[in-house]
């Protein structure tokens, strides 16, 4: 059995001043030793200027022929990990490997401000060491704050990245919110309006309500609920349950009939503007034309015949609330029907609702109305249901279908020629598998998007 030795850790103890070239005169260690090898070489390196493009000039096997790379600017959200190192290692070994075949090299180095991911840990340190929140701080007071958070994290990103040895050139550094670059964002971003690829509409976005902002698609994780879970949410003091189907009765506008609806969301019931059945489902055709008394308010329901309404889930009869669905907000668009929003930001009830309900958080309001549901005798019990949850990866809040004035990228046509790219063999992938999977995204984005809960297809861009 062999037994693993410690082995002396040698250190590099002349005395070389930054940016002198290290003396290697002395005998070597006899062991490779990383600390030993590697020290004082970079500063050295960065006097003699090798990582600029301007060096090219002195090159004795200098060539006509440029090669320029953009290293992933890190977010400013704390210390690099271990992928960075690793982007870091391949490109470093392509851009020298030019710089050796005597090509002018510039790999460029830079930080990402993040946005919403930087606020979000700021905000949590702002509360860890001066119990501050964020509404309590004016927004140049939290932004300075911010820019502190930056300074601080990204010189010890760049300060990483020189120990890893990468032969940037750090003279040519950026920041996304530096002014020359923010200048080109704004000039790229207006180019793309004048072109119609970018618009601003109304449309139902991922809204975080601990964040009071909207989210991207992939900020959005999905998680699978079956039968009653309990979870924490922001915002909310206690476990909130998940995984039921409640059963609600609406009664016809002469009192004579009724139809019970199936939802997972009673809490959005005073945004509700109509009852959903499939056409061809027997069990309603003699209440088409009919209306519905909202158990809460004097708003009549009218019941509308749609085929995207599945008889065989629930009661095959739906209730419809188009500012908080995406499936009913499209349903709205076709039926031309009223949308009412009926939350604010922060996730509590707004005055669209009773006064009772106002200002109480989502999940709460959705205990107080089943309780109203049932002292009107309205409620007709509930049963275990299989569903999956829209989560914030960044706050572990449920997101809300919030319908919001944003800028939005068309991204059906991009869709469209990008697997053309493909079917042509313009563009092809190593190894060729991942084609199927190149034109599985692409034809969800031209259809209902990336996730099988958005029917949303273009691309939001804002955080408005």
Request: hydrophobic letters at 35%; aromatic letters at 10%; one cysteine or more.
């Given at each position: 059995v062999s037994h693993w030795s410690h082995k002396d850790v040698l250190v590099y103890t002349q005395k070389t001043q930054p940016g002198e070239?290290?003396?290697?005169?002395?005998?070597l260690p006899a062991a490779y030793s990383p600390g030993y090898v590697e020290a004082t070489w970079y500063p050295w390196w960065e006097k003699q200027g090798f990582f600029r493009p301007e060096y090219h000039a002195q090159m004795k096997h200098a060539r006509n022929e440029t090669f320029s790379l953009c290293f992933p600017p890190p977010n400013v959200t704390?210390?690099?990990?271990?992928?960075?190192?690793?982007?870091?290692?391949?490109?470093?070994?392509?851009?020298?490997?030019?710089?050796?075949?005597?090509?002018?090299?510039?790999?460029?180095?830079?930080?990402?401000?993040?946005?919403?991911?930087?606020?979000?840990?700021v905000e949590r340190q702002l509360w860890k060491d001066q119990g501050l929140r964020r509404e309590e701080m004016s927004r140049e007071e939290f932004v300075s704050e911010v820019w502190r958070w930056k300074a601080e994290k990204g010189d010890e990103i760049y300060h990483q990245l020189r120990r890893l040895g990468a032969s940037l050139d750090w003279e040519r550094s950026c920041f996304t919110l530096d002014p020359r670059y923010s200048e080109a964002v704004t000039e790229g971003f207006v180019r793309l309006h004048e072109g119609g690829c970018v618009y601003r509409d109304q449309g139902l976005v991922n809204w975080s309500c601990a964040l009071r902002s909207t989210i991207s698609d992939i900020e959005v994780q999905s998680r699978s609920v079956k039968g009653i879970t309990h979870l924490s949410v922001p915002g909310h003091s206690h476990l909130i349950p998940f995984g039921q189907i409640f059963l609600i009765s609406f009664v016809t506008e002469d009192l004579e009939d009724e139809v019970v609806v199936a939802t997972t969301r009673p809490e959005t019931m005073f945004g509700d503007v109509a009852i959903a059945v499939h056409p061809e489902d027997q069990r309603y055709i003699h209440l088409h034309g009919s209306r519905f008394r909202h158990p809460f308010n004097s708003r009549l329901l009218p019941l509308l015949t749609d085929t995207s309404i599945q008889p065989e889930l629930g009661t095959g009869a739906v209730k419809v609330t188009p500012a908080h669905d995406h499936t009913d907000y499209h349903l709205a668009l076709r039926h031309s029907l009223p949308i009412i929003h009926i939350f604010n930001q922060d996730g509590t009830m707004n005055s669209h609702c009773d006064s009772w309900l106002q200002g109480q958080p989502r999940f709460d309001a959705r205990r107080l109305i089943l309780e109203a549901l049932m002292e009107r005798g309205l409620h007709r019990g509930s049963e275990e249901?299989?569903?999956?949850?829209?989560?914030?990866?960044?706050?572990?809040?449920?997101?809300?279908?919030?319908?919001?004035?944003?800028?939005?990228?068309?991204?059906?046509?991009?869709?469209?020629?990008?697997?053309?790219?493909?079917?042509?063999?313009?563009?092809?992938?190593?190894?060729?598998?991942?084609?199927?999977?190149?034109?599985?995204?692409?034809?969800?984005?031209?259809?209902?998007?990336?996730?099988?809960?958005?029917?949303?297809?273009?691309?939001?861009?804002?955080?408005?």
């Amino acid at each position: 059995v062999s037994h693993w030795s410690h082995k002396d850790v040698l250190v590099y103890t002349q005395k070389t001043q930054p940016g002198e070239k290290k003396d290697t005169s002395g005998p070597l260690p006899a062991a490779y030793s990383p600390g030993y090898v590697e020290a004082t070489w970079y500063p050295w390196w960065e006097k003699q200027g090798f990582f600029r493009p301007e060096y090219h000039a002195q090159m004795k096997h200098a060539r006509n022929e440029t090669f320029s790379l953009c290293f992933p600017p890190p977010n400013v959200t704390g210390s690099l990990h271990l992928g960075h190192a690793l982007t870091a290692a391949l490109q470093d070994a392509r851009v020298r490997w030019r710089r050796m075949q005597g090509h002018k090299v510039l790999w460029i180095p830079g930080c990402d401000h993040a946005g919403i991911a930087t606020q979000v840990v700021v905000e949590r340190q702002l509360w860890k060491d001066q119990g501050l929140r964020r509404e309590e701080m004016s927004r140049e007071e939290f932004v300075s704050e911010v820019w502190r958070w930056k300074a601080e994290k990204g010189d010890e990103i760049y300060h990483q990245l020189r120990r890893l040895g990468a032969s940037l050139d750090w003279e040519r550094s950026c920041f996304t919110l530096d002014p020359r670059y923010s200048e080109a964002v704004t000039e790229g971003f207006v180019r793309l309006h004048e072109g119609g690829c970018v618009y601003r509409d109304q449309g139902l976005v991922n809204w975080s309500c601990a964040l009071r902002s909207t989210i991207s698609d992939i900020e959005v994780q999905s998680r699978s609920v079956k039968g009653i879970t309990h979870l924490s949410v922001p915002g909310h003091s206690h476990l909130i349950p998940f995984g039921q189907i409640f059963l609600i009765s609406f009664v016809t506008e002469d009192l004579e009939d009724e139809v019970v609806v199936a939802t997972t969301r009673p809490e959005t019931m005073f945004g509700d503007v109509a009852i959903a059945v499939h056409p061809e489902d027997q069990r309603y055709i003699h209440l088409h034309g009919s209306r519905f008394r909202h158990p809460f308010n004097s708003r009549l329901l009218p019941l509308l015949t749609d085929t995207s309404i599945q008889p065989e889930l629930g009661t095959g009869a739906v209730k419809v609330t188009p500012a908080h669905d995406h499936t009913d907000y499209h349903l709205a668009l076709r039926h031309s029907l009223p949308i009412i929003h009926i939350f604010n930001q922060d996730g509590t009830m707004n005055s669209h609702c009773d006064s009772w309900l106002q200002g109480q958080p989502r999940f709460d309001a959705r205990r107080l109305i089943l309780e109203a549901l049932m002292e009107r005798g309205l409620h007709r019990g509930s049963e275990e249901h299989s569903l999956v949850l829209p989560v914030c990866s960044r706050t572990g809040d449920i997101i809300e279908p919030f319908l919001r004035s944003q800028w939005f990228v068309r991204c059906k046509k991009m869709a469209t020629q990008a697997i053309a790219a493909v079917d042509s063999g313009r563009l092809c992938f190593t190894p060729s598998f991942h084609q199927k999977t190149w034109k599985t995204w692409l034809s969800d984005i031209r259809s209902v998007g990336p996730h099988v809960w958005l029917c949303y297809s273009d691309w939001c861009v804002t955080r408005m």
